[in-house]
């Protein structure tokens, strides 16, 4: 992580609670129930009940405007190390107003969770904040690069299972997205020398890479249906995992699991063909592409599409980030590039989002099953 992301990462703690005071609302719904429990255990006719539909009202709508698909994969493991990123958000919203729903939790008990809530994040916005201050003399100093806020990126996050440990790994992965990159090139009509690395993060764990104008819409496109596909096809063998926690010893039930593995392996695989297809499609008539060239974009673009589900599906990660339109430019390419930009951040955004509510949980799934990477001939390296 990049020194400045700390200190940017403050910066929108602090407009967020100035605009929707989402800590300070919650601590004043705790203040009130915590005192209605009280009055409750004295049991004093004289101790009234405050009302709290209001306080709590407010705190629900505070947490719900909460946007972390403005943030990096950094900045949001940041929020994660107290497990922040629980609390925040429209989800986060949502499971707050089914707390109070259930009547089966007593008004000691939602005390409870709101404290939970309360302590959380009030910790990670005071401990970061502190961090921010102590580094931020250092910023200008140790931040080696300007394009973080710049230029338009995609970025590589090798992580999971396909993590950089060796130089070997490091040769194997930058074939992986050579290949990508070229293929992306060629669809797109974009030189794949434009894509190239604007710099690396956490000791080269993350890889940025330029974005050329013509790429960031498709792109974002790519990202968000590319995880489209891992959400289904996880939500598709929730069942079986019922059948992995079984535990039994009978060599049989073994025989089983091994048929069942396999046929998901093969399932995979066959979603992974027709996404690509499915996703290039939409990125070419999205491009309007020249009807000469679409079958070599198609078949280039399929391949890119095919690597990039792996490396998800793996446990690595990509993100992407758009910046505001140059403001220098002229006018109307101002205009287009607006527009361009914010479809482009749209697309960013619910890919974040997907992965912010869904991933831990489809990787839990994806985990139960170990795929073999190597295809058969003549299988179209699905």
Known sequence: MLIEEITQLN???????????????????????????????????????????????????????????????????????????????????????????????????????????????????????????????????????EYLNQDSRFSIVFKEGVKVGSLKDLEARSKEWSIVMHGIGVALDVPPSDFRVLGARNGSFVIDLYMAAAAIVPIGIILTRSFNLLEQFALSVRKLHEVFTLELKDPKFKEIEAEIKSTSDKYFKLSKKIAAKDISKEVLDELDCDPDRREEADAHLQTSIKKILDHLRKGGDIDAFVPDAEPNAESEESEESKTTASIARKLIHEFRHKKLDHHSEIMKLLEFFEFDDTAPAGDDQA
């Open 11 to 145: 910066a929108w703690i602090q407009l967020n609670e100035t605009k929707h005071g989402f800590v300070s609302k919650l601590g004043q719904l705790y203040q009130i129930l915590n005192a209605n429990v009280s009055a409750g255990q004295r049991n004093n006719q004289n101790n009234k009940i405050q009302p709290f539909a209001d306080e709590k009202i407010q705190a629900i709508d505070a947490i719900k405007k909460i946007d972390i698909g403005e943030l990096s994969s950094d900045q949001i493991e940041c929020l994660n190390v107290h497990k922040a990123i629980n609390y925040l958000g429209p989800s986060a919203a949502e499971r707050m107003t089914e707390m109070f729903r259930d009547d089966s939790h007593d008004l000691a008990h939602i005390t409870n969770q709101i404290n939970e809530m309360y302590q959380v994040l009030n910790t990670t916005k005071t401990q970061i904040d502190a961090v921010s201050k102590s580094v931020s003399p250092y910023v200008e100093v140790l931040t080696a690069t």
